[in-house]
Structure formats: C-alpha cells, structure tokens
C-alpha cells in the first residue's frame, strides 16, 4: 500500500475548496425541479432574495468548481501514471483499475442515491487526459483549448438550429428542457417527495440521460477540454505550487477581471432578455461557459499567491482535509441532502424557497470541515478513498 503519491498542498486545498463551492450549484438539483438549475423562472419566484441568491450563484459558483475538478481530475492523471512509471508498475492496468472503480461508485450514486452524478462522465472521459498525459504541456494545453471550442460550436449550432425549427417545435424543445409545465412541475415534486421506490424510475432516467446525451452533447467537450487544460497546467508547474508568488498573484487578478467580465455579460444578457429558450440555454450561456473557466483558473491562482507570497493560512488545513477525502464529501453532500429533500427524509422537494436553502448549504459546509478534520486525526485516508485506492492496486485485479 506505499503507493500513494506525494501530496501538494495547492492541490488539496484547492480540492477542498471546490468539493464544498460545488454544493452551491448542486443544492438546486437536490431541492427543485432539474429545469430550476439553468432558468430561475421554470420554479418559484425570481425576485428578491431568491434572485439575489440565484445570482450569486451563477456569478460566483455555476461551472466553476465543476471546471476545477475537470482540471483537478487531469493533473491527477499525470500524478498517477508518472508515479506508477517511477516505481515500474503497469500503468495501463493500474490506471484502468482506478477508473473503473471511479465507474462503479459513480453508478451506485447515480442510481441509488442522486442522478446528478458527475463521477459516471469524469470515469468516461478520462481517456482524454491518459492519451496526452506524456504530451507536452503545450501540446495538452492546445487540445483542450480545441475540444472547449468544439464545445462553443455545439452549442451555437444548437442555438441556430433550434431558432430555425417550427414554434411548435421550439415550445416543446422550451417545455421539456427549459420551462416545463405547471402539472410536469407538480409531478416531478410529488415523486421526489415520495417514496424511495416511487420516484426511482425518473431518477434512474435522468441518471442515464446525464451518461449518455448530456455527455456526448456537451460534457465530452466541457469535461475533457478541462481536463487536458489541468494536465498542461500541471505539467507547466502552476497547479503544482512551484511558480513564483508574483506570477500567481498576476495570473489571479488578470483570470478573475476577465472571468467575471465575462460572466457578467452572460447574466445580464439573460435577465435582460427573460431567461428564453433557446437564446439562454444556448447562445448566451458561452458567456459563462468561457467566463467560468477563467474564473477556476483565477480561484486557484489566489490561492497559490496566498500560499507563495503570503502567511496567511486560515481555514486552510480544514480545506486540505476536505480535499483529501473529496470522494467522500461528495458523496457524503448526497446522502445528506437527499435526507433532506427527498421524501423517504424530510420531504422538503420543491417547498423551499430558493434562498431557504443557503443556511442548509452552511450547515453542511460545517459538517464537513469538521468531520474532515476529525478523521484524519485518526486516519490517513478518507473512507471511500482508501477502497478506491484498494481497488486500484489490488492484484487480483490484474
């Protein structure tokens, strides 16, 4: 079992850092309707406190952490396959070993605990990253940039053909994805306040959905353009903590000017235009996807200039503690929040107010950081991590 890398504190940190901000997104899947995640008016009121919580989402969290991860996820292919390469280990084998088993807890989560699952589509587009992963990181680097602008072209083109079709076609493509109806709303909250059982099927169906054509449409390019992005980020030395304080401080403040610019575009082109369908789902949403990843970027570059170039260090153990065992926290955000939501638990699907749902939110960022903490007091490795690892270098496997 000596064959767990070095740890970079960059890596953990940042990782923990976004295991938490993920929830701000993923809170909306676990207490509203799936069309409420990308329009605020498919569910309860836009106005207020809702709105100004919705907003701050979309500014400050929506594809953010997500992109993170990606690039996270790439950097930790390069981790692997070098160290497995250092200590002449099969790396094909032991690399599918880890994948598979990241395969099969994104399953069971999917399927038994919540559809939004994003293990399933990391564990399918990880071939990306183990093709490149000996590329230079220029090379990496260029790719990811293409697949995320293949992403772009998919979305305008989408875009373009949608704003072509019949109105009647343009009203059920709105109704199905984007503002479903009043009674679609009221059955999908009465069977997510149901029985475990009774609302299974459209948990399973939307699990699938997210597996197949929401990845094979958007996350194949999304996920694996960020991906290879971390894998040359990695390899040029920034998410490994080694660039000065000065060009991490730099790199901050130019990502997040323009990120945010970008993002800010994006929302205010879809409150001034009504949040429609297809212009928000489609056309307007390239704001923030290229907004989002400049925003990651510049996340993480803050954190390697506090890191570099100053002493500041609060929370930042906690954070590292929670990155170690993201697996499990993530996990972990499920079991809690379907407790919550969902009606085997407290039944509270579709009852909140959206901005009711920021001190649940807290509250499990608390749990977290504390549970994290306690644990690895104790232990050296987080719960699903340390099967995850077994499985990974387990001989019987191959």
Known sequence: ???????????????????????????????????????????????????????????????KFMAIFSMLFGASTAIICDGLARKDLPVFTTY???????????????????????????????????????????????????????????????????????PVIQAKLGE?????????????????????MDHWPLRAASAFEMQTSIFLSWGVWRIGGMMLLGLALYRVGFLQGKLSARFYGFTAIAALTAGFFLVANGLSANETNGWTFPYSFFLASVWNYWGSGLVAVGYIAMFGWLLKGTSFRFGFSAFANVGKAALTNYLLQSIICISIFYGFGGGLFGELERYQTVPIVLAVWAIQLWLSSWWFSKRPKGPIEAIWHRVTYARWLG
């Open 96 to 166: 599918a070993k880890r994948i598979l088993g990241l395969f099969v807890i994104g399953l069971v989560h999917a399927y038994l605990l919540w559809p939004g699952d994003i293990l399933v589509p990391y564990a399918l587009g990880s071939v990306i990253p183990f093709i490149a992963k000996n590329w230079s990181w220029r090379l990496s680097g260029a790719l990811g940039l293409a697949l995320l602008s293949l992403g772009t072209l998919s979305s305008l083109g989408a875009y373009e053909s949608i704003s072509g079709a019949p």
């Open 1 to 63: 079992m000596g064959n767990q890398p070095e740890r970079i504190e960059l890596l953990d940190i940042v990782r923990g850092v976004a295991v938490l901000g993920i929830l701000l997104m993923n809170i909306r899947l676990f207490s509203e309707p799936g069309a409420a995640y990308f329009n605020p008016l498919a569910h309860g009121s836009h106005e207020g406190l809702n709105k100004l919580w919705f907003q701050f989402q979309f500014v400050f969290a929506d594809q």
């Open 176 to 196: 199905t994805y984007w503002l479903p109806s009043t009674q679609q709303l009221a059955e999908e909250v009465a069977a997510y306040q149901d029985t475990y």
